[in-house]
């Protein structure tokens, strides 16, 4: 079976062929350079870039692949979450395809494919092996979410942010300190540059109830504000801020996905999403499972960030497990639902 995905929720504009679980090709074509001078994804822009450039990345990605459009048997697109206009492009391209070459047509869930990530190898290969139930969770730009997942349509929403995603944070912060846009790799590179003195104590929100799965980084990003107006903004004051911040969210966000493990009493955790790219994160999260004995599951740098493979997998294993979808597969995008 021959699968195509098609993502573009956001600013990433991406087409994969798989064949049989297997990532054959992943092309991706970021937008992100168009959004850098307004400090944020602009919804206009984004989905102008994705009707320029998805037919060039489809025929980027048949060519890595060694296939053509003839020999794909099943399109799989992201219907949601994401940017309306973002989505709708992404949509009507898959339903063209599907039309005109006769072939099935199946609607995914972004999150439940960033999940399903942490299961693909180096390679790009998917693990067969994914073993239910396990603790998923979604850490990127728009959202932060730990879902309880019992099989690959039945995923529960077990926490979720109260405000602000994590990547949002990151993004926030670089644009209060004037860092660039996204802010999640410059805050990192800078955290990495702090010269370790007078760590700042930021705040670690909702971690005083220990039952509590929930997330807030608004407080945070707030507490960021009010600390750089009041400082000497020096270069080595912005990495102490970058360091501090980084610190502050890793720390909360460890402490409650494994409660979310513990709680549960499972021992796989999968975690996918932008903000998985933070080598600390990575760190930090490999560390305290090691210690536990908890099983992570962790996508490759590359899989972390949005990508049509992750789409085109999830796809072909709905696919074979029955689901279908037909031409009046609509956008959706505010469904959080898995
Ligand atoms: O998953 P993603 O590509 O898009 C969404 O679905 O949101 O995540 C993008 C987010 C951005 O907010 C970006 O700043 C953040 O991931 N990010 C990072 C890092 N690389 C990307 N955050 C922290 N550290 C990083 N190295
Ligand atoms: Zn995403």
Redesign the pocket.
Same mark, same amino acid.
């Given at each position: 079976m021959i699968t195509l995905g098609i993502e573009t929720? @956001?600013?990433?504009t991406a087409a994969s062929i798989v064949e049989n679980g297997n990532v054959l090709s992943n092309e991706i074509s970021s937008s992100v350079h168009l959004h850098a001078e307004y400090g944020g994804v602009v919804p206009e822009i984004a989905s102008r870039f994705h009707t320029e450039y998805i037919y060039s990345v489809l025929e980027k990605a048949l060519q890595d692949a060694g296939k053509t459009l003839e020999e794909v048997n099943l399109v799989s697109v992201t219907k949601g979450p $994401?940017l309306p206009g973002s989505l709708l492009v992404g949509v009507a391209f898959a339903k063209a395809i599907s039309l005109a070459r006769n072939i099935p047509i199946i609607g995914v869930n &972004?999150l439940s494919a &960033?999940v399903l990530s942490c299961f693909l190898d180096k390679k790009g290969a998917l693990n067969r092996e994914i073993k239910f139930p396990f603790i998923g969770v /979604?850490i990127? =730009?728009? &959202?932060t979410s730990i879902y309880l997942c019992r099989d690959i349509e039945n995923f529960e929403c077990i926490g979720r942010t109260k405000d602000d995603? /994590? =990547?949002?944070a990151?993004?926030k912060v670089?644009k209060i300190m004037d860092l660039g846009?996204? =802010? =999640?790799?410059v /805050?990192?590179k800078r955290a990495g540059e702090f010269n370790g003195k007078d760590e700042i104590s930021f705040p670690r929100a909702l971690l005083e109830d220990k039952e509590d799965l929930d997330f807030s980084f608004s407080g945070i990003k707030t507490a960021v504000l009010y600390y750089w107006q009041k400082c000497s903004k020096t270069e080595d004051e912005k990495n102490k801020i970058c360091y501090s911040f980084?610190e502050a969210v890793t720390d909360v966000i460890v402490k409650k996905v494994i409660r979310a493990v513990r709680q549960n009493n499972i021992g796989i955790l999968a975690v996918g $999403?932008? /903000?998985v %790219? %933070? &080598?600390w994160?990575r760190t930090r999260l490999g560390e305290e499972c090691q210690k536990l004995g908890i099983e992570l599951k962790i996508p490759e740098k590359n899989n @972390?960030?949005?990508n049509a493979a992750m789409i085109a997998v999830l796809g072909e294993i709905l696919y074979k497990s029955g689901k279908r979808d037909d031409l009046y597969l609509s956008a959706e995008p505010t469904n959080n639902r898995l």
């Open positions: 929720s @956001c600013d990433e $994401g &972004h &960033h /979604v990127s =730009g728009g &959202h995603a /994590v =990547g949002e990151f993004d670089a846009y996204p =802010g =999640g790799p /805050v990192e980084q $999403g932008g /903000v %790219n %933070n &080598h994160l @972390c960030t949005d």
